[in-house]
């Protein structure tokens, strides 16, 4: 079947401007994640849905970061006021549910703040 | 703190060996380590996973062994080819969580 998709792969915007991605994850999956990887480096926790419960927001770096998803299917990652340390590739996972540890990931789009 | 620590950073191995990456983790709480590969321009694909209740899990090439004592787990690769030649990213969690991950080990393999 279809694995989890991303959208756009590559933005490039300038300082001060928003930018959304879009993930779209594996049908059926009712857990999302959004990571940050910054070049050369792991990846980074940003927010994680399951079902209808409250996201756990706990890995927005600041409040400009802010995530949306509707029901059981696509999530938007919205970063208001975009600046360079933003530059990254930001990855989207899926899974069956949150209780499964495995996550299978999207492409990731890359992000390049000039 | 950095919950997750991976260790070495970049490995060179010759084709046909093993190659070892190693990663410790502090929370007791977490249950269940996977590792992930990752090729340049594309999203960390899973490898092979362990959860603590076993010592040692084998898939093909790759064998995860897993020391809980130690709060200690590695990922081998034997017969080590210059396809492996990739990152390699362990994680872990905590139920109901998401993974934290180490920062990687970029592999390659010289034919």
């Known amino acids: 079947g279809a694995g989890v998709s991303q959208s756009p792969s590559n933005k490039v915007t300038e300082k001060g401007k928003d930018v959304e991605l879009r993930c779209d994850p594996i049908?059926?999956?009712?857990?999302l994640y959004w990571y940050r990887q910054r070049l050369g480096q792991g990846l980074e926790f940003l927010i994680y849905f399951q079902g209808n419960s409250a996201p756990d927001k706990s890995g927005l770096p600041s409040d400009r970061f802010s995530a949306e998803r509707t029901g059981e299917s696509v999530s938007t990652l919205t970063i208001q006021r975009t600046q360079q340390e933003d530059s990254a590739v930001y990855l989207c996972?899926?899974?069956?549910?949150?209780?499964?540890?495995?996550?299978?990931f999207g492409p990731g789009t890359r992000l390049t703040v000039t | 703190q950095q919950q997750v620590k991976q260790s070495p950073q970049s490995l060179i191995v010759q084709k046909g060996g093993i190659s070892i990456i190693n990663c410790a983790y502090e929370?007791?709480?977490?249950?269940?380590f996977p590792w992930y590969q990752q090729f340049p321009g594309k999203g960390p694909a899973l490898l092979i996973a362990?959860?603590?209740?076993?010592s040692e899990k084998k898939e093909g090439r790759f064998t995860i062994s897993f020391n809980k004592s130690a709060k200690q787990f590695s990922l081998h690769i034997m017969d080590s080819q210059p396809g492996d030649s990739a990152t390699y990213f362990c994680?872990?969690?905590?139920?109901?969580?998401?993974?934290?991950f180490g920062k990687g080990t970029t592999l390659s393999v010289s034919s």
């Open positions: 996972a899926s899974s069956l549910n949150r209780n499964r540890g495995e996550q299978y």
């Open positions: 049908s059926g999956h009712t857990a």
């Open positions: 994680a872990a969690r905590k139920a109901g969580t998401a993974l934290i």
């Open positions: 362990i959860r603590p209740d076993v």
């Open positions: 929370n007791t709480a977490f249950d269940y």
